[in-house]
């Protein structure tokens, strides 16, 4: 089994600053098959990125991925109000399925 | 425009059986996968399984293998999830989710992400 390992925890930024969440494999993903998803209180999560770096539709252009191989990145480049939440990434590369324990972006 | 829409809330008691439902509209229901996630109180996602409507091709979790039991109704587009007998450990927040698929060399679709997810059905187990 992957085991995916997401850093820092719980970090505190300010709207307007750029976050970098960190997604480490216990071995590699196979062809980058890793996702990020959003999730908010109260609510279901929300697809951002696939293939690392992909982003889905409809996902603001703030949000980008990146990396490969074990190390995989999620970057906001300027925090909106509406983006602090908890961030998940997600292996689909490898059975059985697997996600991070999850980064929450709290407001500062 | 795609739409997951899951049955609503459950109380049981332990050693019951449920089914909860997921229901799909907007796509060829048969052609995507379709994934189920367990969100304990308070905590992260776990992925339980993926089935395949066209073929009810399913492939479990290892650590829920027998636990549950994932099926669908092509009839009417819908899948399931299904306890025969539930724990307090049961407990928890469960969603579908739509996973889209690639075809591998022999021209199979394989499961690949999710990408829309139901609203989620939370289902408690209290005596």
């Known amino acids: 089994e992957i085991v995916l390992t997401q850093s820092p925890g719980t970090p505190s930024l300010s709207p307007g600053e750029r976050a970098t969440l960190s997604c480490r494999a216990s071995q590699s993903v196979r062809s980058g098959f890793l996702a990020w998803y959003q999730q908010k209180p109260g609510q279901a999560p929300r697809l951002l990125i696939y293939d690392a770096s992909s982003r889905a539709t409809g996902i603001p252009d703030r949000f980008s991925g990146s990396g490969s191989g074990t190390d995989f990145t999620l970057t906001i480049s300027r925090l909106e109000p509406e983006d602090f939440a908890v961030y998940y990434c997600h292996q689909y590369a490898t059975s059985p399925w697997t996600f991070g324990q999850g980064t929450k972006v709290e407001i500062k | 425009e795609v739409q997951l829409v899951q049955s609503g809330a459950e109380l049981k008691k332990p050693g019951e059986s449920l089914r909860i439902s997921c229901e799909a509209s907007g796509y060829s229901f048969t052609t995507y996968w379709i994934g189920w996630v367990r969100q304990m109180p308070g905590k992260g996602l776990e992925w339980m399984g993926n089935i395949l409507p066209r073929d009810s091709d399913t492939r479990y979790s290892p650590s829920l293998l027998g636990q549950v039991t994932i099926s669908v109704d092509k009839s009417i587009s819908t899948a399931y999830l299904q306890w025969r007998s539930l724990k307090a450990s049961d407990t928890a927040m469960y969603y579908c989710?739509?996973?889209?698929?690639?075809?591998?060399?022999?021209?199979?679709?394989?499961?690949?992400?999710?990408?829309?997810w139901g609203q989620g059905t939370l289902v408690t187990v209290s005596s």
């Open positions: 989710a739509r996973v889209r698929s690639y075809s591998d060399s022999n021209g199979y679709p394989q499961p690949y992400y999710f990408d829309y």
